[in-house]
Nanobody
Framework: QVQLVESGGGLVQAGDSLRLSCAASGRPFSAYGMAWFRQAPGKEREFVAAISRLSDSTRYADSVKGRFTISRDSTKNTVLLQMSSLKPEDTAVYYC??????????????????WGQGTQVTVSS
């Protein structure tokens, strides 16, 4: 299995940028498809972005397309989420997730076997 630890969250103003990082340990990182999800208070967990094991495929939620970029560095066993032009509606706890099927890029949380503990992102207006 794999262990995931997110970092990089914080309080920013609308229009700012922020980069989240997810460090993976355990089973070889390259075996997994990786994704970011987020969950705002009182709402269901929602898909943000996903990337395949060799970074040759990505998928984004419409709400973040053009503003967020997902990437992975297999030499450092990390997956990144670069967020720009942040909006108050981006406020949520952001979670990193790993899928044992490395090319599915599914948007459903139930398709991912491993999760981090989350990092809070708050965007003020």
């Amino acid at each position: 299995q794999v262990q995931l630890v997110e970092s990089g969250g914080g309080l920013v103003q609308a229009g700012d940028s922020l980069r989240l990082s997810c460090a993976a340990s355990g089973r070889p990182f390259s075996a997994y498809g990786m994704a970011w999800f987020r969950q705002a208070p009182g709402k269901e967990r929602e898909f943000v972005a996903a990337i395949s094991r060799l970074s040759d495929s990505t998928r984004y939620a419409d709400s973040v397309k053009g503003r967020f970029t997902i990437s992975r560095d297999s030499t450092k066993n990390t997956v990144l989420l670069q967020m720009s032009s942040l909006k108050p509606e981006d406020t949520a706890v952001y979670y990193c997730a790993a899928d044992q099927q490395p090319y599915r890029l599914r948007p459903q949380p139930g398709e991912y076997e491993y999760w981090g503990q989350g990092t809070q992102v708050t965007v003020s207006s």
